[in-house]
């Protein structure tokens, strides 16, 4: 019965210590939002005048899709990758320098509730650097559809509409993803 308590209280102690952690990163990506999210705007809105309005008056349209709309998509996708990958590198070297990685290691938290924790921090950043770009580039680029979506209609987008008739629990797509490939 020793044992069985025991092992509650630490599992109890890990379930906090991930929260306190994860709650600080994420603080720390909103008190610092001039360092953590206005830099990655303001690259991906340069990224969009650039590219977009210098290559997109040359291109207009790629696989019959404007090309501002084409690019933005991949512009939400790298924001979002890059800001995670920075906030994760920036946080465990911050406590290394400052001395408390020490700390933040000998918890008795497991390495997974240490990555959730700080991937809590990453993610939220580049989420919200992310919607910001998005939102500030939806007059200009309208609502972004993916390729197959376009190609083959919503129901590609979503997995597949057409029901096999030997097996209608299983889906069947209207179009590949190499039929996409071939239109680029």
Not at 19 to 32: D, F, G, K, P
Not at 45 to 65: E, H, K, N, P
Not at 145 to 158: F, I, N, T
Request: proline share 5%.
């Amino acid at each position: 019965m020793a044992t069985l308590a025991a092992t509650r209280e630490l599992r109890l102690i890990q379930r906090r210590g991930t929260r306190a952690l994860a709650s600080r990163e994420m603080r720390r990506v909103l008190s610092l939002w001039t360092q953590t999210l206005l830099p990655p705007v303001l690259t991906g809105a340069i990224f969009l005048a650039v590219f977009g309005g210098a290559l997109g008056s040359q291109l207009r349209t790629v696989a019959g899709v404007e090309y501002l709309r084409f690019i933005l998509p991949g512009l939400l996708v790298l924001t979002v990758a890059g800001q995670a990958f920075a906030n994760n590198s920036t946080s465990v070297f911050q406590a290394k320098n400052e001395g408390y990685i020490e700390d933040v290691l000998s918890s008795p938290m497991r390495p997974w509730q240490l990555l959730i924790a700080y991937m809590s921090g990453g993610l939220l950043r580049g989420w919200l650097a992310a919607l910001v770009l998005w939102l500030g580039a939806w007059p200009f680029a309208g609502a972004v559809q993916s390729l197959a979506v376009r190609r083959c209609g919503p129901a590609a987008g979503a997995g597949g509409a057409r029901a096999r008739p030997d097996r209608p629990h299983l889906r069947r797509a209207r179009c590949h993803h190499r039929d996409v490939g071939r239109q680029l």
